[in-house]
């Protein structure tokens, strides 16, 4: 498989579960993001991850947890999650830049996760 | 610090005519510019970016876009609007200040296309 993997595509949960979503990426990347997009909002930066060091952390609830366990995967662990938590969840991987080069970004298709 | 301005939440246009989307950007260096598109539910996909060297960027499916500094812009065009162009799209701004290359989105814009 190519690209940038995303699992579960679709999740829905209580407020007292524990969940996560996987982030996988086949493209030799060293950086990777987690962003929630909500309708009628901009596009959020979670976390960035480089060289499974992170190095971004936007202020998000301590009920998001990210891990890194190498750089070809990523996780987004949920506990005790809130309604307005309900959004679209993207993963996205980048090549580190190089010699003063910016790389583009590589996004996965999203997790929709409804928060009941 | 860097930032990027999309200067319509929407933009309606009719299939076959030219498509414009709107963006400026405010950076302290020499930003690398990106045009994102994300049709309904689906992930980001590139549609060109801008890296310092022809200021004049051909993408995928027809798009284009012109860096102009003077102006501080980055607005993406298509001359021919397709039913498939309809979509949300992204300018992007990443410059590097401070080591850091995390890039800046823009709010979005949604293009509608009618038939």
């Known amino acids: 498989e190519t690209g940038v993997t995303q699992t579960p595509r679709h999740l829905v949960m209580g407020m007292t579960n524990k969940k996560s979503l996987k982030c996988e990426q086949h493209l030799g990347h060293n950086a990777m993001y987690w962003y929630k997009q909500s309708a009628k909002k901009p596009l959020e930066l979670m976390f960035v991850y480089s060289l499974e060091e992170r190095v971004e952390n936007n202020s998000v609830p301590s009920r998001f947890s990210p891990e890194c366990p190498n750089s070809s995967h990523l996780f987004l662990h949920l506990h005790t999650l809130q309604p307005e938590d309900s959004a679209l969840y993207l993963c996205?991987?980048?090549?580190?830049?190089?010699?003063?080069?910016?790389?583009?970004?590589?996004f996965g298709p999203g997790t929709r996760l409804t928060v009941l | 610090a860097q930032s990027v301005t999309q200067l319509d939440s929407h933009v309606s246009v009719s299939e076959g005519t030219p498509v414009l989307l709107r963006c400026n950007y405010s950076?302290?260096?020499?930003?690398?510019l990106f045009w994102y598109v994300q049709h309904p539910n689906k992930g980001l996909q590139l549609l060109l970016k801008y890296t310092s060297a022809a200021t004049l960027v051909k993408g995928i499916n027809g798009f284009e876009a012109e860096f102009k500094k003077s102006e501080t812009s980055f607005h993406l065009t298509k001359p021919s609007a397709h039913m498939s162009d309809a979509a949300e799209y992204f300018c992007?701004?990443?410059?590097?200040?401070?080591?850091?290359?995390?890039?800046?989105f823009g709010r979005g814009t949604s293009l509608i296309v009618h038939p």
């Open positions: 996205a991987s980048s090549q580190d830049v190089l010699a003063g080069v910016v790389n583009e970004q590589f």
């Open positions: 992007v701004v990443s410059d590097g200040a401070g080591g850091s290359y995390i890039p800046t």
């Open positions: 950076s302290s260096y020499s930003p690398s």
